[in-house]
Structures are given as structure tokens and as C-alpha cells.
């Protein structure tokens, strides 16, 4: 099992900039990748960057150029720093992380972190 827990949401203006961050604890030892994905009302979960151990970042393209995700393996935490947010980018942001110790992809979840952009 791994527990994560997000922070850093809140209410910012357009063009303004936020970092999220993303503490993992417990079987971290199994994770394979680490991402950010996010929610908004009356939409679907969608990602919005993910980093796989020693590979390449990911993102989603109305993210690029915008949003960095990034890694501190040494304390355990998962960094989505957003740059130049747009009222579309208000959402819960979800930190997940992807362990497969058995072959098996298990996904975890943190609660979420809610950011809101205003215009």
C-alpha cells in the first residue's frame, strides 16, 4: 500500500502560478511511475503529467509549456509546479501513484488538492 497526500491548491488568478505537492509514504519501494491528474466539475479524471521512475515526463497538451512535474526521490515527494493557469485549469488535482510488485499495475490515490483559477 501506498498513502499519498497533496498540497499546495488554492485560489489564484489568471496567469498566476501554484506548486502542488505530493508526499509518499508506506510500500514506496514498488512504485513505477508517479503522476498528476485532475477533475473537474462535471468532467472525467484526466492526466496531466506523469513521471515514470528514470523516464520521461509526460503531459497533457493543454498543459505544455505550463505545467512541470518533477521528483525528490531522497524525500519521497511528487512536485506539479503550474506556471500561467487559466480558468480551465481549475480542477481537484489528484496525486496517483503506479506500483506493480507482481505484474500486476495497482493504482493509489491521494484525496486531492483543489485549485481554482479565477478570471
Known amino acids: 500500500q501506498v498513502q499519498l497526500v497533496e498540497s499546495g491548491g488554492g485560489l489564484v488568478q489568471a496567469g498566476g502560478s501554484l506548486r502542488l505537492s505530493c508526499e509518499a509514504s508506506g510500500d514506496i519501494d514498488c512504485i513505477s511511475a508517479m503522476g498528476w491528474y485532475r477533475q473537474a466539475p462535471g468532467k472525467e479524471r484526466e492526466l496531466v503529467a506523469r513521471?515514470?521512475?528514470?523516464?520521461?515526463?509526460n503531459y497533457a497538451d493543454s498543459v505544455k509549456g505550463r505545467f512541470t512535474i518533477s521528483r525528490d526521490n531522497a524525500k519521497n515527494m511528487l512536485y506539479l509546479q503550474m506556471y500561467s493557469l487559466r480558468p480551465e485549469d481549475t480542477a481537484a488535482y489528484y496525486c496517483?501513484?503506479?506500483?506493480?510488485?507482481?505484474?500486476?499495475?495497482?493504482?493509489?490515490w491521494g484525496r486531492g488538492t483543489e485549485v481554482i483559477v479565477l478570471s
Open positions: 513521471i515514470p521512475s528514470g523516464g520521461i515526463q
Open positions: 496517483n501513484a503506479e506500483c506493480a510488485p507482481d505484474l500486476v499495475l495497482e493504482h493509489f
